[in-house]
């Protein structure tokens, strides 16, 4: 028997400001040059992916200031402006980077606040429906201090709702109690769950935080959720892609679809070809025993 599954999903339910969006994102973070820094290598190509997104009905496009730097706010403004009124463009703050490529902590008050403005003026916006505030190991700043700046600068209606990113099953349940958090963007997917420790010793609880969101209904919004899904370490997903004749990212993101209905996933990638395979996931429908079997 198929699964069904919904194809869409609703950031902010819960309050006056609901975004309700298609189950499938797309993140723009490989739209840069290498090490996520600097311009694309084939501009057009990257112009036309985000057209297309739109053309494809996909309304929630994952940014952020420090990818490039700037570039992919710049590249949604060229390729997008004037925006549809249902896009949902949502952005990341408390990192930044040096012209050495590295990355660093950017998450005092009045960071944030510079990262927001510039945001806003990047991509022509008054507005930012959603934004994430990403947590960085190690920072010495509490994240009381960084959550409450935020909350502040949503009062004054430059932000509409506020997400985590990077959180620990802990660090999630105290964002809770400062401010009401619209969503979590976390690294999820089908080939990290056993194996995302060895790739990354930054690991923050992958299942922990997603019973968490399903507990309160938050969308998880899965970034690397391909990470792995071209990696031989599992036969299964290769096994299913040839009973429905498609793709490894392809049956990976289906699984996420299937797998929890407060999953959004957004799947990045610089070619318009893999752009175009991955939205079709969303059309594949996967029984009951395919779930049990892939695990």
Not at 117 to 145: S, W
């Amino acid at each position: 028997m198929n699964m069904e599954i919904k194809k869409t999903i609703t950031i902010g339910a819960t309050t006056k400001y609901p975004l309700t969006i298609l189950r499938l994102g797309y993140g723009t973070m490989q739209l840069t040059g290498d090490y996520v820094w600097g311009e694309p290598k084939n501009r057009r190509e990257a112009l036309q992916i985000l057209k297309s997104a739109i053309a494809n009905g996909i309304k929630f496009l994952d940014t952020a200031d420090y990818y490039g730097e700037d570039v992919t706010n710049r590249l949604i403004f060229e390729a997008l402006f004037p925006y549809p009124d249902d896009l949902v463009v949502c952005t990341k703050v408390g990192v930044t980077r040096k012209p050495d490529k590295s990355w660093r902590t950017f998450d005092k008050p009045e960071n944030l606040r510079k990262s927001i403005d510039k945001n806003l003026k990047t991509l022509k916006r008054e507005q930012i429906q959603l934004v994430h505030f990403r947590v960085m190991p190690g920072t010495a700043t509490p994240l009381e201090e960084s959550l409450d700046a935020l909350f502040a600068i949503q009062r004054e209606g430059k932000i509409l709702h506020v997400g985590v990113s990077n959180v620990s099953a802990e660090e999630l349940e105290k964002a809770m109690t400062i401010g009401r958090i619209a969503s979590v963007e976390n690294a999820f997917g089908y080939g990290q769950r056993t194996s995302f420790k060895k790739y990354n010793s930054n690991y923050r609880g992958m299942q922990e935080v997603m019973s968490i969101c399903e507990k309160n209904g938050i969308p998880m919004i899965p970034f690397w959720s391909l990470q792995n899904s071209f990696h031989k370490n599992d036969d299964k997903i290769s096994v299913m892609a040839n009973k429905y004749h498609a793709t490894p990212a392809q049956i990976n993101l289906a699984w996420l679809l299937h797998y929890n209905q407060m999953l959004l996933p957004i799947p990045g990638t610089s070619k318009l070809e893999h752009f175009e395979e991955n939205i079709r996931a969303v059309d594949i429908s996967l029984k009951a025993e395919d779930m049990k079997w892939l695990g």
